[in-house]
């Protein structure tokens, strides 16, 4: 399971309220068991659905990987 943090253009986090259909988000990796198999499928351009259930909630598209190479502390 992946969770977004949407932001801002400024990149600061945008407090909880209704999901915007455009924008950007940082994503976190929830199960730190399932890096391995995120950091073979990320990479900038990579397509996805957020989901609610079964429902589609919105596209995604990766434009930069950041942390998902690193090992956690």
């Given at each position: 399971m ?5 932001i801002d ?5 945008i407090?909880n309220g ?8 940082n994503?976190?990796?929830?199960n730190?068991d ?16 957020f989901?609610?259930g079964?429902?589609r ?10 942390g998902?190479?690193?090992?956690l502390?």
């Amino acid at each position: 399971m992946v969770y977004p943090e949407f932001i801002d253009p400024d990149g600061f986090p945008i407090p909880n309220g209704p999901f915007a259909p455009i924008g950007r988000a940082n994503m976190f990796v929830l199960n730190p068991d399932l890096r391995s198999v995120h950091r073979q499928l990320i990479c900038p351009g990579t397509r996805g659905y957020f989901m609610e259930g079964s429902r589609r909630m919105g596209v995604w598209e990766v434009a930069e990987v950041l942390g998902l190479r690193q090992e956690l502390q």
